[in-house]
């Protein structure tokens, strides 16, 4: 035992990532591959954002990834253990806050935390304190002998947050962790996210929605799609791989459009487009180099720009470039079952 | 050693949990009452037939041990339902993410849910003796409830296997009526199994009910005999460990699917 003990501890201890996906699949019983192939790497000690539309994936990975779930195929291993063949020692080794609430609502603050002390096998005589920690972090000390009903959406929020610490685990799986909140609140989180890491050190893997959530807090991201991973980096790296700049018109008719983009794209300061409609958007490494170029091949091809704007890259622009839903349907995949599937899960 | 600390963190939230929704406590007493005072009355006339089986007090004397047989089988396989809750709303995952085991879910469960049905009939049994019914001596009440809390250990485990495999409550309360109410019938809770036909009572013998309700009216009357007696705790006993085993395996298989 106290062998093992040692061998699991000095494991942890030269850890280069925390989390290792080897094309990890899952496919639930109704056939849908909800995670496909995905082959991942986070660095120990950083905070990883997984990031992806409704229906993603995300919550599947995060599930096999806590013992939640078994994987149908591929490896996995979390603070160097196997997800599979050695979960109780993964379990021992996270934190894991769900996406929907789990605040126990019969029970105070303080009861909600000391059971998750207590499953977490705390030892008796920290628990209390580590309690008291974790209420002071949280913010939520003066609240603490109320019974959750009473509490808002972002404590509750807070509270699951504090519980998924109370262990002080190597590796905390965030699900979505400002889904549904107002501004102030996710601002509030970020925060205490921030907070956490660089008190406790540990490494942090969070799912979300939200690409300023990921540029605030994420040293590295991955973007899934359809159970895909469709590129990694830090968000820098990718913004930088967009171009510097967007430069977004919008055209009379587009009756020549394709004629116009695929010369637009011969340009050498353009590094991708995307059209929507009649709107374009054109990601370059200098704006003022490509607007009267852009004029020019209009103006060629007796195309009316109506308005043009130039900006400059943000995570939403790298998402929808490798996600875009035009994208999606213009190479013929776009899969009627799985917006069904994924419609379900959002109504139920 | 650790499982059964586990075991009791799980029974020590679902007492926790039991303790503030207490409002439900009365209003689950009154069905039991209700039984024990009309079918008391409605059936005092049957005390000839049952006498001749050789039970020389009251219908409703003979009828209690049954009653609080009845809240213990109720309360006991109805307590599993807040699996369901616990699946949907999360505290499940939390604690299948933990160190704990399956298995000490499974049983700190089953404990919690012994407890409270024990709680229950110990109030069955206050209203019975309020009501008049006459029990042999008063320390026969420890032993009687103790038959309750084994019997119901046993039987919540029913109660946590159809929550661990039912994906709905509409499933979980199907099947949970579908067996309760039966098993309370086929045991001599309100009529003595020799005035039943033989095939009929020859189910009975194969339901552990009956052995706790020949159990609990045999303290309750001073009757206790020693073979009979052996007979009933080991029925009851084996009856537990099995549902014990049965529960922590069905448990972990099931909630190691995705829900
Ligand atoms: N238990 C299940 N059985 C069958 N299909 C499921 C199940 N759970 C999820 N799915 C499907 O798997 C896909 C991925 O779901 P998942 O919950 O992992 O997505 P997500 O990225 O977390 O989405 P969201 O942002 O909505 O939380 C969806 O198409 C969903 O319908
Ligand atoms: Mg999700």
């Known amino acids: 035992m106290i062998i093992i003990a040692i061998y699991n501890r000095s494991i942890t201890y030269f850890l280069l990532y925390a989390v290792e996906t080897d094309n990890l699949s899952k496919v639930y019983s109704s056939g849908l591959k909800a995670v496909d192939e995905i082959s991942i790497k986070v ?23 806590t013992t939640l779930l078994k994987p149908t195929s591929g490896n996995a291993f979390v603070a160097g253990f196997d997800v599979t063949t050695n979960a109780k020692a993964v379990r021992e080794n996270i934190g894991y806050v769900q996406q929907d609430s789990t605040v126990d609502e019969y029970l105070t603050g303080r009861e909600n935390l000391e059971l998750q002390a207590r499953v977490n096998h705390i030892p008796k005589n920290v628990r209390s304190k580590r309690v008291d920690e974790i209420l002071e972090i949280i913010e939520l000390s003066d609240r603490q002998h109320e019974a959750a009903v009473t509490y808002s959406g972002g404590m509750r929020k807070r509270l699951d947050i504090g519980g998924g610490l109370l262990n002080m685990p190597k590796v905390l799986f965030l699900d979505e962790p400002t889904l549904g909140l107002d501004i102030q609140t996710r601002y509030k989180i970020w925060e205490y996210i921030k907070k956490i890491h660089d008190e406790f050190g540990m490494s942090i893997f969070l799912t979300t929605h939200y690409m300023d959530e990921a540029d605030k807090l994420c040293d590295n991201i991955s973007i899934i799609d359809n159970g895909k991973i469709k590129i990694t980096g830090s968000p820098k790296e990718l913004k930088n791989a967009l171009g510097n700049e967007i430069v977004v018109f919008e055209i009379d008719s587009s009756d020549k459009i394709n004629t116009l983009v695929s010369n637009i794209k011969k340009l050498t300061t353009v590094k991708d487009v995307s059209i929507d409609g009649t709107m374009i958007t054109v990601f ?56 069904r599937e994924r419609m379900r899960r959002i109504r139920a | 050693m650790t499982m059964l600390v586990d075991a009791y963190t799980i029974f020590w939230r679902e007492i926790k949990r039991y303790k503030k929704s207490r409002s439900g406590i009365l209003i689950r007493l009154i069905q039991p009452a209700i039984w024990i005072i009309v079918m008391g009355n409605t059936f005092a006339s049957t005390r000839p037939l049952i006498q001749s089986v050789g039970f020389h007090g009251s219908y409703i004397e003979f009828m209690a041990p049954g009653v609080i047989m009845l809240t213990a089988i109720f309360t006991s396989i109805f307590g599993g339902v807040n699996t369901l809750w616990d699946r949907r709303y999360g505290f499940m995952n939390k604690a299948l993410v933990s160190p704990v085991s399956r298995s000490s879910i499974a049983l700190g469960k089953m404990l919690a849910i012994s407890l409270i049905s024990t709680l229950q009939s110990s109030l069955i049994l206050g209203i019975a003796l309020a009501l008049g019914v006459h029990i042999a001596n008063l320390f026969v009440i420890f032993p009687i409830l103790l038959t309750v809390t084994i ?108 829900f």
């Not at chain 1, 130039?310 to 013929?332: A, C, I, M, N, Q």
Request: proline share 5%; glycine share 8%.
């Open chain 2, 151 to 258: 019997f119901s250990l046993g039987f919540s485990g029913i109660s946590v296997i159809v929550a661990a495999t039912s994906k709905s409550q509409e499933t979980f309360w199907g099947v949970i009526n579908f067996l309760g109410m039966p098993l309370f019938m086929l045991s001599p809770a309100l009529f003595p199994l020799e005035l039943l036909p033989s095939w009929l009572a020859f189910a009975a013998r194969l339901n552990p009910v009956t052995y706790s309700v020949l159990l609990i009216r045999q303290m309750m009357t001073g009757t206790v005999q020693m073979l009979p007696v052996a007979i009933e705790l080991s029925v009851i006993c084996g009856f537990v460990i099995v549902m014990v085993a049965l529960a922590s395996y069905v448990f972990t298989r099931e909630v190691n699917k995705p």
């Open chain 1, 284 to 339: 370059t490494t200098s704006g003022d180099q490509l607007t009267p170029q852009i004029f020019q091949h209009a103006n060629d091809l007796a195309i009316k720009i109506e308005n043009i704007s130039l900006t400059k890259p943000t995570l939403d622009d790298v998402f929808l470039s490798h996600t875009g839903r035009e994208l999606r349907e213009d190479d013929g995949k776009y899969d009627r079952k799985k917006v």
């Open chain 1, 43 to 65: 660095k120990n000690g950083e905070i990883f954002g997984f990031l992806g539309p409704n229906g993603a994936g995300k919550s599947t990975t995060i599930m096999i990834l």
